[in-house]
């Protein structure tokens, strides 16, 4: 049988954080979609974007185990389509930054082989590490 | 350099404009390492153009990629911080009262319009940032950040046309755009879904500018340094629709992006045996190409597609390329 | 240094602890400050240092040279009535009234393990062995703490930009006492990175001198065989007599 | 002047908490005052006919009555004062009951006293009444319908078979709108040309129907019972008497252009007939392309020479026609969005992709046997194109779409069952009658609903045909789809006649750019503008049935004013005191309905136009204007009054201006509910709080007051257009002079209401008075250099 999805008022405080945080109205999303067939990391991702709000509405902090906000590369092209004019890479960031203040960093940069990160132009780096280290 | 500062010279006296345009300019790391292409072949051409790019003389990294939780304040700092040293350098008389900063990289230019506009919107914000500075002044708001392709649009198609020595007659490009460039909406210099910046220059250098439906398409920016394999992917993507659409370069703004497409195509070729390489140049090369300056201004030896062979093809390379 | 001598001595004269040694009537000027949370009543005219040891610390660590050098005494205070917290070399500071201060003795760093002939000379050094250099958000924490009134941030920039000259222009004076890593947000271990910068410039960077390559090539050539030949089967006493008669600056 | 004063017991509901002997005893010293009585119920027949006595025996010339809230029995007494043969504006109201008695209970010593001070303002303000007589105008039965779509053509045909003179405007050369274009109708999939087409006919048939096609409407002046109309009818270059429409000419015609009626899918000539049951069915010149037209006289004309009848006529001019009607409708329509501006789409660049109009005109032409293009494989249609969309600025919902692409993907599926059909939507409302039996058919004919709205479109460049994607948001996963053709189901939007119109007569927008109907629930087609009401899609999208609904609705409500042969004006209208008048003519700039003109001198102000809002009295920099009913003088007069005995035992006095729309009914909804606040406050109605000028408040101030509150509807219901802006404005004046005079300007204040926010009244006037008595009143020197300083701080030295 199917998990039962839990809906509460205790699962508010999630979603009243990453609205904090991310300065978006998430529950004037209305599921359309558009992000997530906009979104260029979609292939990799085990959630797709408009899931993950979906469970931001409903307060579901399973969503923080997810891939997809580590994967978003803040294209915005999500952004510049949705409908309702919510920014969807400000909700992944608010997400990412949840993690990220704990102190849990999504990579250890020191378990890079040398040779790669040699090679990278310093804005990668610099990228990577904005998004993915606290 | 000095045989580059002086050709440029050279060309611009032929071309004769009047008098130079002095901006305050704002290179970003990338382009002092593996993006000296980008930066070389953009402060040539504009010099050709009478524009000068006054690099500021003391400036921090970007911090690229803004900080876009609504409560984090100090990921702003390292872009205003460059903003200061903008206005000092105005307030100095070095660039005619000039309060545009010129970027070059499109990531740079994303991240420090981002910042420029959140301060400028929350007197809050900017004073928070202002006080925890050290010894800079204060900052007014009074920069607006520009990218050098949107300096070219005012300067003009006609003008630039007027510049070619080499028109890239024949050669089939695909700008391809990015992110950085055109979103959100309210920082891109372009119609985020119908872009042709870059489209509109290419055609005054005489290229043909190709139609790749990609070009838009993320290329997977910073992932690479995590996920490598999804960026090739990306941009086997990206390359793939430009050659369909019958492309045989493709050309950018940003260093990332050149070095997502560019270098994953050693990646893509071991995972696409069918894969045909395809230069990726910045836009600003293929504009000092047009300008004929000489080779030290394109610096194709630092692209990972050697472009020499394509651009003798189409007999637009001098042997020295 | 600008240590009270005649208060000095006396301390150094005294035979039971510090503190009963110096005749309080003589000391016109008391302050207070903090160690570690604790009140102490010092003359006004000690450095940190002193002070310390006058409040009856005895120093094992943090305590090295104690002529500003070696950078093993730092120290980070705050003022009362102040937010900022400061930093300095405990044996360059004088004590102030109302100090509240502690000592850093040691960083926790990790030092990258290199073999300079082996690295490129590019920025690229730095992604490979410091690559937490990326996060650096330029919030100018570490110039604010550099006792040595290093522009630390911008020499960690320089890092970035892969400018091992003003790398080394900026960061020459640094005695690695630790501060900025400590106060580092983006955890960056700045004076490792510059010490490996440097290294690289010293190693691929700075100009070679003229002179020096001249005095090589006339070593090769033979140039002073002679002379090394005469020394080396000159006896003690000739020695001496050349030595004596050297051509050197004079003594005043 | 002879003032009578009747205070009422209302049956103990009053006189229990009040002492009603006082309050008469009280009114009885005034000046003026000739009777003053109290009695059990006024509003009885006995009490009223007290009232008429009176009149007789003492020769009253005003009235005060001390009672219930005027909006309760204002009418009452205003008959009665008619019946005994007075003016019934020498009539005034002191509410003692829902602003004494009810909300005061528990301090009945307080309430009396504020009841005096009522009825004392009343008593001020009476003797300053004018005996105004209520004027009427004539109004005619003429009509001007703008717009021949199916709302107009339903309009215009209701008025004129019950006898109404209609004028019928059309800009393009043909009526009948939109509709004609569509195949078939939803969800009865009648065919809509077939049904269409006699209601067209019926138009020039109808003897009272003026048409004119082909012209647009140039200018309209005036008001209710005589708007003066400028139309300029476009030359067609074709005598529309004698050319039968044959086509010779269109044979002959060498130039060739998109046909906008097919949605460029087609072209036509030069010289055309608009469509195939076009009315009027005639050729005409579109001058744009016409070589003779564009190029001069000696090219081409191969039209004029291909025509039996002689009717090409390249002579022919634009012609102004003007006329006068006495009521107008509007209903210009809407026009499709225009998709190039979802650029992700590709319209327009992508061959595949089409409009889900130009998918009208194809079905209609395949059903014809004669397609214009074929139509294979597999079709998806794309739901909110241009609707609830912000990137392109459209929040609103089309109503249309979910619809229009349930009949046209099953019309498809029909045509040929083998076919795959999608449609991708994001919800599918289908809320109207029979709708969602439609929709079930659709997906019982296999049209396969795919909820997802698509993120972006690619084209093959050698095939052509168009890749989707878009995520099923049902299952979470992505789609990557190629289809043969890809239909836009473009949105609805404002039509561009409708800017022009909305100009002319002055007609507000509702935030989605379609025209704002004057009440959302009971006044659903009339607007602002008396006289002037809205029919069909002008007014929002909607389908035909509601379109139609509209048609006939605003054509009643039209019915409803002309069929009285008169009709009375409010009296409540601004006015020009003509001494003071230096002609500046601000007050006209300032005008939000258009009623005050003027071009030298004295303005005129139409009492017909003017809605009486107030807002030109602030824009007078020598106070000439002035609003009857509500004189300067009269409410400067209560004021007084309300400070006849000082503060009264308060430590401060607080004067609430009450907007009539909203504020006052809810302070008596407040009573009603008796609610108690505090009891130092004093309300004076007024029609809309942008009457309220700087000036006033800042008297009120000198002459003793202690804060203001001025409450007004909230904008979006109001009756007054920009009252809010205005009473903004005035309040932040008048803030600017308290402080720079050392007065807090915390003590004026302003508040939106709406007349159930019971709580929120309570609380902005408790807020008000504790925060005056926290700062304890203005002290006198103050007020008097305030009084000094007013009109040089307000207008200038």
Same mark, same amino acid.
């Given at each position: 049988?199917?998990?039962?999805?839990?809906?509460?008022?205790?699962?508010?405080?999630?979603?009243?954080?990453?609205?904090?945080?991310?300065?978006?109205?998430?529950?004037?999303?209305?599921?359309?979609?558009?992000?997530?067939?906009?979104?260029?990391?979609?292939?990799?991702?085990?959630?797709?974007?408009?899931?993950?709000?979906?469970?931001?509405?409903?307060?579901?902090?399973?969503?923080?185990?997810?891939?997809?906000?580590?994967?978003?590369?803040?294209?915005?092209?999500?952004?510049?389509?949705?409908?309702?004019?919510?920014?969807?890479?400000?909700?992944?960031?608010?997400?990412?930054?949840?993690?990220?203040?704990?102190?849990?960093?999504?990579?250890?940069?020191?378990?890079?082989?040398?040779?790669?990160?040699?090679?990278?132009?310093?804005?990668?780096?610099?990228?990577?590490?904005?998004?993915?280290?606290? | 350099?000095?045989?580059?500062?002086?050709?440029?010279?050279?060309?611009?006296?032929?071309?004769?404009? !009047?008098?130079?345009?002095?901006?305050?300019?704002?290179?970003?790391?990338?382009?002092?390492?593996?993006?000296?292409?980008?930066?070389? !072949?953009?402060?040539?051409?504009?010099?050709?153009?009478?524009?000068?790019?006054?690099?500021?003389?003391?400036?921090?990294?970007?911090?690229?990629?803004?900080?876009?939780?609504?409560?984090?304040?100090?990921?702003?700092?390292?872009?205003?911080?460059?903003?200061?040293?903008?206005?000092?350098?105005?307030?100095?008389?070095?660039?005619?009262?000039?309060?545009?900063?010129?970027?070059?990289?499109?990531?740079?230019?994303?991240?420090?319009?981002?910042?420029?506009?959140?301060?400028?919107?929350?007197?809050?914000?900017?004073?928070?940032?202002?006080?925890?500075?050290?010894?800079?002044?204060?900052?007014?708001?009074?920069?607006?950040?520009?990218?050098?392709?949107?300096?070219?649009?005012?300067?003009?198609?006609?003008?630039?046309?007027?510049?070619?020595?080499?028109?890239?007659?024949?050669?089939?490009?695909?700008?391809?755009?990015?992110?950085?460039?055109?979103?959100?909406?309210?920082?891109?210099?372009?119609?985020?879904?119908?872009?042709?910046?870059?489209?509109?220059?290419?055609?005054?250098?005489?290229?043909?500018?190709?139609?790749?439906?990609?070009?838009?398409?993320?290329?997977? !920016?910073?992932?690479?340094?995590?996920?490598?394999?999804?960026?090739?992917?990306?941009?086997?993507?990206?390359?793939?629709?430009?050659?369909?659409?019958?492309?045989?370069?493709?050309?950018?703004?940003?260093?990332?992006?050149?070095?997502?497409?560019?270098? !994953?195509?050693?990646?893509?070729?071991?995972?696409?045996?069918?894969?045909?390489?395809?230069?990726?140049?910045?836009?600003?090369?293929?504009?000092?190409?047009?300008?004929?300056?000489?080779?030290?201004?394109?610096?194709?030896?630092?692209?990972?597609?050697?472009?020499?062979?394509?651009?003798?093809?189409?007999?637009?390379?001098?042997?020295?390329? | 240094?600008?240590?009270?001598?005649?208060?000095?001595?006396?301390?150094?004269?005294?035979?039971?602890?510090?503190?009963?040694?110096?005749?309080?009537?003589?000391?016109?000027?008391?302050?207070?400050?903090?160690?570690?949370?604790?009140?102490?009543?010092?003359?006004?005219?000690?450095?940190?240092?002193?002070?310390?040891?006058?409040?009856?610390?005895?120093?094992?660590?943090?305590?090295?040279?104690?002529?500003?050098?070696?950078?093993?005494?730092?120290?980070?205070?705050?003022?009362?009535?102040?937010?900022?917290?400061?930093?300095?070399?405990?044996?360059?500071?004088?004590?102030?009234?109302?100090?509240?201060?502690?000592?850093?003795?040691?960083?926790?760093?990790?030092?990258?393990?290199?073999?300079?002939?082996?690295?490129?000379?590019?920025?690229?050094?730095?992604?490979?062995?410091?690559?937490?250099?990326?996060?650096?958000?330029?919030?100018?924490?570490?110039?604010?703490?550099?006792?040595?009134?290093?522009?630390?941030?911008?020499?960690?920039?320089?890092?970035?930009?892969?400018?091992?000259?003003?790398?080394?222009?900026?960061?020459?004076?640094?005695?690695?006492?630790?501060?900025?890593?400590?106060?580092?947000?983006?955890?960056?271990?700045?004076?490792?990175?510059?010490?490996?910068?440097?290294?690289?410039?010293?190693?691929?960077?700075?100009?070679?001198?003229?002179?020096?390559?001249?005095?090589?090539?006339?070593?090769?050539?033979?140039?002073?065989?002679?002379?090394?030949?005469?020394?080396?089967?000159?006896?003690?006493?000739?020695?001496?007599?050349?030595?004596?008669?050297?051509?050197?600056?004079?003594?005043? | 002047?002879?003032?009578?004063?009747?205070?009422?017991?209302?049956?103990?509901?009053?006189?229990?908490?009040?002492?009603?002997?006082?309050?008469?005893?009280?009114?009885?010293?005034?000046?003026?005052?000739?009777?003053?009585?109290?009695?059990?119920?006024?509003?009885?027949? *006995?009490?009223?006919?007290?009232?008429?006595?009176?009149?007789?025996?003492?020769?009253?010339?005003?009235?005060?009555?001390?009672?219930?809230?005027?909006?309760?029995?204002?009418?009452?007494?205003?008959?009665?004062?008619?019946?005994?043969? *007075?003016?019934?504006?020498?009539?005034?109201?002191?509410?003692?009951?829902?602003?004494?008695?009810?909300?005061?209970?528990?301090?009945?010593?307080?309430?009396?006293?504020?009841?005096?001070?009522?009825?004392?303002?009343?008593?001020?303000?009476?003797?300053?009444?004018?005996?105004?007589?209520?004027?009427?105008?004539?109004?005619?039965?003429?009509?001007?319908?703008?717009?021949?779509?199916?709302?107009?053509?339903?309009?215009?045909?209701?008025?004129?078979?019950?006898?109404?003179?209609?004028?019928?405007?059309?800009?393009?050369?043909?009526?009948?709108?939109?509709?004609?274009?569509?195949?078939?109708?939803?969800?009865?999939?009648?065919?809509?040309?077939?049904?269409?087409?006699?209601?067209?006919?019926?138009?020039?048939?109808?003897?009272?129907?003026?048409?004119?096609?082909?012209?647009?409407?140039?200018?309209?002046?005036?008001?209710?019972?005589?708007?003066?109309?400028?139309?300029?009818?476009?030359?067609?270059?074709?005598?529309?008497?004698?050319?039968?429409?044959?086509?010779?000419?269109?044979?002959?015609?060498?130039?060739?252009?998109?046909?906008?009626?097919?949605?460029?899918?087609?072209?036509?000539?030069?010289?055309?007939?608009?469509?195939?049951?076009?009315?009027?069915?005639?050729?005409?010149?579109?001058?744009?392309?016409?070589?003779?037209?564009?190029?001069?006289?000696?090219?081409?004309?191969?039209?004029?020479?291909?025509?039996?009848?002689?009717?090409?006529?390249?002579?022919?001019?634009?012609?102004?026609?003007?006329?006068?009607?006495?009521?107008?409708?509007?209903?210009?329509?809407?026009?499709?969005?225009?998709?190039?501006?979802?650029?992700?789409?590709?319209?327009?660049?992508?061959?595949?992709?089409?409009?889900?109009?130009?998918?009208?005109?194809?079905?209609?032409?395949?059903?014809?046997?004669?397609?214009?293009?074929?139509?294979?494989?597999?079709?998806?249609?794309?739901?909110?194109?241009?609707?609830?969309?912000?990137?392109?600025?459209?929040?609103?919902?089309?109503?249309?779409?979910?619809?229009?692409?349930?009949?046209?993907?099953?019309?498809?599926?029909?045509?040929?069952?083998?076919?795959?059909?999608?449609?991708?939507?994001?919800?599918?409302?289908?809320?109207?009658?029979?709708?969602?039996?439609?929709?079930?058919?659709?997906?019982?004919?296999?049209?396969?609903?795919?909820?997802?709205?698509?993120?972006?479109? *690619?084209?093959?460049?050698?095939?052509?045909?168009?890749?989707?994607?878009?995520?099923?948001?049902?299952?979470?996963?992505?789609?990557?789809?190629?289809?043969?053709?890809?239909?836009?189901?473009?949105?609805?939007?404002?039509?561009?006649?409708?800017?022009?119109?909305?100009?002319?007569?002055?007609?507000?927008?509702?935030?989605?750019?379609?025209?704002?109907?004057?009440?959302?629930?009971?006044?659903?087609?009339?607007?602002?503008?008396?006289?002037?009401?809205?029919?069909?899609?002008?007014?929002?999208?909607?389908?035909?049935?509601?379109?139609?609904?509209?048609?006939?609705?605003?054509?009643?409500?039209?019915?409803?004013?002309?069929?009285?042969?008169?009709?009375? *004006?409010?009296?409540?209208?601004?006015?020009?005191?003509?001494?003071?008048?230096?002609?500046?003519?601000?007050?006209?700039?300032?005008?939000?309905?258009?009623?005050?003109?003027?071009?030298?001198?004295?303005?005129?102000?139409?009492?017909?136009?003017?809605?009486?809002?107030?807002?030109?009295?602030?824009?007078?920099?020598?106070?000439?204007?002035?609003?009857?009913?509500?004189?300067?003088?009269?409410?400067?007069?209560?004021?007084?009054?309300?400070?006849?005995?000082?503060?009264?035992?308060?430590?401060?006095?607080?004067?609430?201006?009450?907007?009539?729309?909203?504020?006052?009914?809810?302070?008596?909804?407040?009573?009603?509910?008796?609610?108690?606040?505090?009891?130092?406050?004093?309300?004076?109605?007024?029609?809309?709080?942008?009457?309220?000028?700087?000036?006033?408040?800042?008297?009120?101030?000198?002459?003793?007051?202690?804060?203001?509150?001025?409450?007004?509807?909230?904008?979006?219901?109001?009756?007054?257009?920009?009252?809010?802006?205005?009473?903004?404005?005035?309040?932040?004046?008048?803030?600017?002079?308290?402080?720079?005079?050392?007065?807090?300007?915390?003590?004026?204040?302003?508040?939106?209401?709406?007349?159930?926010?019971?709580?929120?009244?309570?609380?902005?006037?408790?807020?008000?008075?504790?925060?005056?008595?926290?700062?304890?009143?203005?002290?006198?020197?103050?007020?008097?250099?305030?009084?000094?300083?007013?009109?040089?701080?307000?207008?200038?030295?």
């Amino acid at each position: 049988m199917a998990d039962k999805l839990v809906i509460s008022t205790e699962n508010e405080a999630f979603l009243a954080r990453i609205t904090e945080l991310s300065g978006e109205t998430i529950t004037v999303c209305d599921q359309c979609g558009t992000c997530s067939g906009s979104c260029p990391m979609i292939a990799e991702m085990d959630v797709t974007p408009s899931q993950m709000i979906r469970m931001v509405q409903l307060g579901q902090r399973e969503v923080l185990d997810s891939k997809t906000m580590w994967l978003c590369a803040s294209c915005f092209a999500c952004t510049v389509r949705c409908p309702r004019g919510l920014d969807v890479a400000k909700v992944a960031e608010a997400l990412r930054q949840v993690t990220l203040r704990k102190a849990i960093d999504r990579i250890n940069i020191r378990a890079i082989p040398a040779d790669e990160l040699a090679e990278l132009p310093q804005i990668a780096l610099v990228g990577a590490l904005r998004k993915l280290t606290g | 350099m000095t045989s580059e500062k002086h050709n440029a010279a050279q060309t611009l006296e032929k071309a004769g404009p !009047s008098k130079k345009t002095r901006f305050p300019y704002y290179p970003g790391c990338t382009l002092k390492t593996t993006a000296q292409n980008l930066e070389a !072949s953009a402060l040539a051409s504009a010099e050709v153009l009478g524009i000068e790019l006054v690099e500021l003389p003391r400036w921090n990294c970007c911090g690229v990629v803004s900080s876009l939780a609504d409560d984090d304040l100090i990921h702003h700092v390292a872009p205003v911080r460059n903003l200061i040293r903008a206005q000092e350098m105005r307030a100095a008389g070095v660039v005619d009262g000039e309060t545009r900063l010129v970027t070059l990289c499109s990531m740079c230019f994303n991240t420090l319009k981002r910042s420029n506009a959140r301060v400028k919107e929350s007197a809050d914000d900017l004073k928070t940032i202002n006080e925890f500075m050290y010894l800079e002044d204060d900052y007014d708001g009074g920069v607006d950040v520009v990218h050098f392709l949107e300096v070219l649009r005012d300067v003009g198609h006609e003008r630039i046309s007027e510049a070619v020595k080499a028109p890239l007659a024949g050669l089939k490009v695909a700008p391809y755009y990015g992110c950085t460039l055109l979103r959100p909406k309210e920082i891109g210099i372009d119609d985020p879904e119908a872009p042709t910046i870059q489209d509109d220059l290419l055609r005054a250098l005489g290229a043909e500018p190709v139609d790749n439906p990609y070009k838009k398409v993320c290329c997977g !920016s910073y992932q690479i340094v995590q996920n490598r394999d999804a960026v090739a992917d990306l941009a086997y993507d990206i390359l793939r629709h430009a050659r369909i659409a019958g492309a045989e370069a493709m050309t950018t703004c940003c260093p990332l992006c050149a070095f997502n497409l560019d270098r !994953s195509q050693r990646e893509i070729g071991e995972k696409h045996p069918d894969h045909e390489p395809m230069p990726v140049l910045y836009i600003t090369q293929l504009m000092a190409l047009a300008f004929g300056l000489p080779p030290e201004c394109m610096r194709f030896d630092l692209n990972y597609t050697n472009p020499k062979a394509l651009l003798l093809s189409t007999s637009l390379a001098g042997e020295e390329a | 240094m600008n240590t009270s001598t005649g208060i000095m001595e006396r301390i150094a004269q005294s035979t039971s602890s510090v503190t009963t040694g110096v005749d309080a009537a003589d000391i016109k000027h008391w302050v207070t400050i903090y160690v570690m949370g604790r009140a102490y009543e010092v003359p006004a005219d000690l450095t940190i240092m002193t002070a310390m040891e006058f409040a009856g610390y005895r120093l094992i660590r943090s305590c090295g040279c104690r002529e500003g050098f070696c950078g093993a005494c730092a120290t980070v205070f705050r003022r009362e009535g102040e937010y900022k917290l400061q930093s300095a070399l405990a044996c360059q500071t004088k004590v102030e009234d109302g100090m509240y201060l502690v000592q850093i003795p040691f960083t926790p760093a990790e030092k990258a393990v290199y073999d300079i002939g082996q690295e490129e000379y590019a920025y690229s050094v730095f992604n490979k062995h410091y690559p937490e250099v990326a996060r650096c958000v330029s919030c100018n924490t570490c110039t604010k703490s550099c006792p040595q009134d290093l522009e630390v941030m911008d020499y960690v920039q320089a890092a970035i930009k892969g400018d091992f000259e003003a790398l080394t222009e900026a960061s020459f004076d640094c005695i690695q006492c630790g501060l900025c890593a400590m106060r580092c947000p983006a955890e960056i271990v700045q004076y490792h990175v510059a010490q490996l910068g440097r290294r690289m410039y010293g190693r691929y960077g700075s100009p070679t001198p003229g002179h020096l390559g001249e005095r090589l090539a006339e070593l090769k050539d033979g140039k002073f065989d002679e002379a090394l030949d005469a020394l080396v089967s000159a006896t003690t006493e000739k020695l001496e007599e050349l030595y004596a008669a050297r051509e050197r600056e004079s003594d005043d | 002047m002879r003032v009578g004063v009747y205070v009422c017991h209302c049956g103990g509901n009053i006189s229990e908490v009040v002492d009603v002997e006082r309050v008469a005893k009280a009114a009885g010293e005034e000046a003026d005052v000739v009777m003053a009585r109290d009695y059990g119920h006024m509003c009885s027949d *006995l009490g009223q006919k007290l009232i008429v006595d009176d009149v007789k025996e003492h020769q009253l010339d005003a009235v005060v009555v001390a009672a219930c809230s005027p909006q309760f029995q204002g009418g009452t007494f205003m008959s009665t004062l008619k019946t005994a043969g *007075l003016s019934p504006y020498v009539l005034e109201m002191a509410n003692i009951r829902e602003q004494c008695a009810w909300p005061h209970a528990d301090a009945p010593s307080e309430a009396t006293e504020k009841a005096i001070d009522l009825t004392r303002m009343s008593i001020a303000k009476v003797r300053l009444d004018e005996p105004l007589v209520e004027r009427t105008m004539p109004i005619g039965k003429r009509v001007l319908v703008v717009g021949g779509g199916i709302a107009g053509i339903q309009a215009a045909l209701d008025l004129g078979d019950a006898g109404f003179e209609v004028h019928l405007v059309e800009r393009d050369p043909s009526i009948g709108g939109r509709m004609a274009q569509l195949s078939r109708t939803f969800p009865t999939e009648d065919c809509a040309a077939c049904i269409l087409s006699p209601k067209m006919a019926d138009v020039p048939a109808n003897p009272n129907i003026e048409m004119l096609t082909y012209t647009e409407v140039e200018s309209i002046e005036g008001t209710l019972g005589s708007f003066d109309v400028t139309v300029v009818k476009k030359p067609t270059y074709v005598d529309s008497a004698t050319c039968v429409a044959c086509g010779l000419c269109e044979e002959k015609c060498p130039v060739s252009v998109p046909d906008e009626f097919e949605e460029g899918l087609m072209t036509r000539k030069a010289i055309y007939v608009p469509f195939g049951f076009s009315v009027p069915n005639k050729n005409l010149i579109d001058a744009s392309v016409c070589l003779r037209l564009t190029r001069g006289r000696d090219v081409c004309g191969l039209c004029q020479k291909a025509c039996p009848h002689g009717a090409i006529d390249f002579d022919q001019k634009p012609e102004r026609e003007t006329f006068t009607v006495d009521t107008v409708i509007v209903a210009t329509g809407y026009q499709i969005f225009d998709a190039t501006e979802k650029a992700v789409y590709g319209y327009g660049r992508f061959e595949n992709v089409v409009t889900a109009l130009q998918m009208e005109r194809m079905i209609v032409h395949a059903a014809e046997g004669n397609p214009i293009r074929p139509i294979k494989g597999r079709v998806a249609f794309i739901q909110c194109v241009g609707s609830r969309d912000e990137q392109v600025g459209n929040e609103y919902c089309s109503r249309v779409c979910c619809m229009y692409a349930s009949k046209l993907s099953q019309l498809l599926k029909r045509s040929d069952p083998t076919r795959d059909v999608y449609v991708f939507y994001t919800d599918l409302r289908a809320f109207g009658k029979g709708f969602e039996e439609y929709y079930k058919r659709a997906q019982s004919e296999g049209v396969k609903y795919i909820r997802g709205r698509v993120a972006e479109l *690619l084209e093959d460049p050698e095939t052509k045909k168009v890749t989707i994607k878009a995520e099923d948001t049902l299952t979470r996963q992505i789609i990557e789809s190629e289809f043969d053709l890809v239909v836009l189901s473009v949105g609805l939007c404002p039509s561009e006649g409708t800017e022009g119109i909305a100009d002319i007569l002055k007609l507000a927008k509702s935030p989605d750019g379609f025209l704002q109907e004057a009440h959302p629930k009971f006044r659903p087609v009339d607007t602002l503008t008396e006289g002037v009401f809205l029919a069909g899609a002008v007014q929002g999208p909607k389908d035909i049935p509601d379109t139609v609904a509209q048609g006939s609705a605003a054509s009643s409500r039209a019915i409803r004013l002309m069929n009285q042969g008169e009709y009375a *004006l409010d009296p409540i209208a601004a006015f020009v005191h003509e001494d003071l008048c230096d002609g500046c003519g601000l007050c006209a700039d300032a005008c939000p309905t258009g009623a005050i003109s003027q071009a030298t001198g004295v303005p005129t102000i139409s009492e017909a136009l003017c809605t009486g809002c107030g807002i030109c009295l602030s824009a007078c920099p020598r106070d000439a204007l002035d609003l009857h009913c509500y004189t300067n003088d009269q409410l400067l007069a209560a004021v007084e009054a309300a400070l006849k005995e000082g503060r009264n035992g308060h430590g401060t006095i607080i004067l609430v201006f009450a907007d009539d729309t909203a504020t006052y009914r809810l302070a008596d909804n407040v009573g009603t509910g008796k609610m108690p606040y505090s009891t130092n406050t004093r309300i004076i109605r007024v029609p809309s709080g942008s009457r309220v000028t700087p000036k006033l408040m800042l008297r009120a101030f000198e002459l003793g007051v202690d804060g203001i509150l001025i409450g007004e509807s909230e904008s979006k219901s109001s009756p007054y257009a920009g009252s809010v802006e205005a009473i903004g404005r005035n309040v932040s004046t008048v803030r600017g002079v308290l402080e720079s005079e050392g007065i807090d300007p915390g003590r004026v204040r302003f508040t939106e209401f709406v007349t159930v926010m019971l709580g929120k009244f309570v609380g902005e006037l408790n807020g008000l008075s504790e925060f005056a008595e926290r700062l304890g009143p203005i002290p006198h020197d103050q007020r008097e250099t305030l009084g000094r300083n007013v009109n040089g701080k307000l207008f200038g030295a």
